[in-house]
């Protein structure tokens, strides 16, 4: 048996991951869910978004899985993901971006992954105010976060048969910030032996919508990577069906990456298939190869009969209607 943390989050992420839970259980699996919470829904209570017990959790678990919680824009409490990240050293964003058919799209067959550095880079935080002229924030890129995050990407290219990693930076114009992640990228490539390419930022924007087929794995600083992957995102489909998982070097928190959707939150017409998906990712973390794939087959055949999708997903039925056909498809 495998003991999880869940944190349903708040806005839609109680019922999707209520609805993930079904999903997982549905394949026979053995896990023990701690649910804890987070959010501003605990400020009251605790003073802070993110409380002591669930780091302990998460820490006493190594696995965690997330519903969208609520970031404010501006102001309030710092966000919780990134709290999440730099308190458990959590230094992976890995976000696979696979088309599905039956799911309205401009583009067919990508097959694509975003290996984005999570501590540090602008998101770091550094930031202070010059009285009220303007604000600072400092971009922080070393030498050790650099070398993780792409020895990590190497290693998935070989372990998952990929044919090819691309570095993504600004060091024709950052050239001592993304001039170290770019050396960095290059030598450990090279000496891991992988193919390797790399390119600017904003060409890679570019040629991702123009012709997405030419990428395979991708590598990033922090804020590069949170851009590219939304983008990437909307070519398969939009935010509602994207997984994500932050792993670090013991610990790993899967996480559905769109956002909590107050305004339809509790009418039952939210999407679960990001979240169920990062199950899948977590899934195959914990060695359950096989229960992984009864559900990504089950979301394919539902995909493609597109008689049971949920609104957002060109279709007709709410979040439990989609759930029973998931459901249905797995046993």
Known sequence: MYKVTLIPGDGIGPEVSNAMVKVVEATGVDIEWEKVEAGADVIDEFGVPLPDYVIDSIKKNKVAIKGPITTPVGKGFKSVNVTLRQELDLYVNLRPIKSFQGIKSRYEGIDLVIVRENTEDLYAGIEHKIGDYGAESIKLITRPACERIVEFACKYVKDNNRRKLTGVHKANIMKLSDGLFLDVFREV???????????????????????????????????????????????????????????????????????????????????????????????????EYENADKIERALEKVFEEGTRLTVDLGGNVGTSEFVDALIEKIK
């Open 189 to 287: 490539a090279q000496k891991s032996g992988v193919d390797y390419d790399d390119l600017i930022v904003d060409a890679a924007a570019m040629n991702l919508v123009i012709n997405p087929d030419k990428f395979d794995v991708m590598v990033m600083p922090n804020l590069y990577g949170d851009i590219l992957s939304d983008l990437c995102a909307g070519l398969v489909g939009g935010l509602g069906i994207i997984p994500g998982a932050n792993i670090g070097e013991d610990v790993a928190v899967f996480e559905a990456v769109h956002g909590s959707a107050p305004d339809i939150a509790g009418k039952n017409i939210a999407n679960p298939t990001a979240l169920i998906q990062s199950a899948v990712m977590m899934l195959r973390y914990l060695g």
